[in-house]
C-alpha cells in the first residue's frame, strides 16, 4: 500500500520545511510514503527547500494558476506515480501531521473513499468570531447541496482512494474544497470525516482578502455546482415564482373582467402573461440543462475509463523497469535480456490495447 502526500504550494519558503518535518515516516498499514508538492509559480525558494528537503516529486507551474488547478495536478501526480492512497495538506503547516494515521485509518478499514478531516473551529483562536459562524453556514450549505453530514467542508486536510481520486473533477479556478464534496455526494462516492487538530498560525491565510470576498466566491461555487449536478430541480424552483405570481394575476383579471363585464385591465393581462411565459422558459432550460448534465455524466464515466487505462499502463510500464533494474542488478544478463525483450513486448501491446480502448469510447461517445 502506497501513501503519497501531496502539498500545493505557492511562495512557502519560510514554512515548507516546518511542515515537511512534521510529516510522518511510517503509518500503520501503509508500505511505502513519499511526498509529492505542487510549485504554484512561487517566486521565492519554495523549490529550493522541497529538494533540500527530500521530496521525491516537484510539480512546477511558470506562473500562479490557482489552489483548484494546483490540487488537480497533484493528483494527477499521484496517480501517475502510482499512489493507493493520496492525502492532500497545506504548506503552512496548518493541520497536525500525526492525525494523518486517523485520516486514512477509514480507507484502510475500506468504510470510506474519501475522509475529511474536521478542525475544531470553535475552539481555533486564530479565528475570528465571524469567521467561525461563516464557517459553519458554509459547511450547511454544502451539506445540503451534497447530501452529505461532513461538518468542515472547507477543511484542506483529506484523503482518498485511487479511484476517488479518478473521479475528481473541478471546473472552477478558486478552490477544490467545496466542489470535490458536492461530486463526492451526487456521485454517490463513501464520504466520512474524522475530528482533527490544528497547529498554531504561522501566517494568514492567503486564499482570500477578506470575509466578504470569501462568503461571495464560496457561495457562487456551491450554487453552481448544485446547478451541475441538480439543474431540473434547480431551475423548476425559479420558475415557481413568476409562474405562481402570474397565475395569481391572471386569476384576478379573470375575476375582474366577469365582474365588469370585459372593461379594462388589460394591463395585468399582460402582465401575467410576461411571467407565465417567463416562468415557462426558465422550466424549459431546466429540461434542457437536465440533458446536457445526463451528457455530462457520460463523459465523465468515459473519462474516469480513459483515466483509468492510462495510469494502468503508466503503472505496468513502471514495475516492467523496476523488474528490469532488479534484474540488471543479479546480474544475470540472459534473463536480463529476456525480461527486456518480454518488457518492451508487454508494454507494446498494453499500448495497443489502450489505444483500442480509447477509440472505443470515443466512438461511444459519437453515438450518443
Known amino acids: 500500500m502506497k501513501l503519497i502526500i501531496q502539498i500545493p504550494c505557492y511562495n512557502e519558503a519560510d514554512t515548507l520545511e516546518i511542515a515537511l518535518n512534521d510529516l510522518p515516516k511510517k ?73 494523518i494515521q486517523h485520516l486514512i485509518q477509514p480507507i484502510l478499514d475500506g468504510k470510506a473513499d474519501m475522509v475529511i478531516g474536521a478542525r475544531p473551529i470553535d475552539e481555533t483562536e486564530h479565528f475570528s468570531f465571524i469567521k467561525k459562524k461563516l464557517q459553519h453556514l458554509g459547511s450547511w450549505a454544502v451539506r445540503r447541496a451534497s447530501g452529505t453530514n461532513i461538518p468542515d467542508a472547507p477543511s ?33 462516492i463513501a464520504i466520512t470525516s474524522v475530528p482533527i487538530h490544528t497547529n498554531p498560525e504561522l501566517r494568514p491565510s492567503r486564499l482570500f482578502r477578506g470575509i466578504g470576498a470569501y462568503v461571495k466566491k464560496s457561495m457562487v461555487i456551491i450554487l453552481r455546482t448544485y446547478m451541475m449536478y441538480k439543474p431540473l430541480k434547480c431551475f423548476t424552483y425559479l420558475s415557481i415564482p413568476p409562474i ?25 393581462l399582460l402582465l401575467a402573461c410576461t ?71 508487454s508494454s507494446k501491446t498494453i499500448e495497443e490495447r489502450q489505444a483500442e480502448n480509447i477509440k472505443t469510447l470515443f466512438q461511444m461517445i459519437t453515438m450518443c
Open 244 to 268: 405562481g405570481i402570474g397565475v395569481g394575476i391572471g386569476l384576478r383579471f379573470i375575476y375582474l373582467f366577469l365582474k365588469n363585464g370585459g372593461a379594462g385591465h388589460m394591463q395585468s
Open 275 to 345: 411571467l407565465i411565459i417567463i416562468g415557462f422558459l426558465t422550466f424549459m432550460i431546466g429540461l434542457v440543462s437536465d440533458l446536457m448534465a445526463s451528457s455530462r455524466r457520460i463523459l465523465a464515466d468515459t473519462q474516469y475509463h480513459v483515466r483509468r487505462m492510462e495510469y494502468e499502463a503508466i503503472e505496468a510500464r513502471r514495475k516492467e523497469r523496476e523488474a528490469e533494474v532488479r534484474d540488471a542488478l543479479i546480474g544475470d544478463k540472459d534473463k536480463g535480456k529476456g525480461s527486456s525483450r518480454l518488457g518492451q513486448a
Open 27 to 99: 503509518l500503520t498499514g501503509i508500505d511505502e510514503i513519499e511526498y509529492l508538492i505542487i510549485n504554484d509559480g512561487s517566486k521565492d525558494e519554495t523549490v529550493e527547500v522541497a529538494k533540500k528537503w527530500g521530496v521525491h516529486h516537484i510539480i512546477n507551474f511558470s506562473q500562479n494558476k490557482g489552489l483548484a488547478k494546483g490540487f488537480m495536478a497533484g493528483l494527477d501526480g499521484c496517480l501517475r506515480n502510482g499512489a493507493d492512497i493520496i492525502v492532500n495538506t497545506d504548506a503552512d503547516n496548518q493541520y497536525c501531521a500525526e492525525d
Open 156 to 188: 484542506g486536510f483529506r484523503a482518498m482512494t485511487r479511484d476517488a481520486a479518478m473521479h475528481i473533477n473541478v471546473v472552477n479556478d478558486y478552490t477544490y474544497t467545496l466542489e470535490t464534496i458536492v461530486q463526492a455526494g451526487r456521485e454517490k
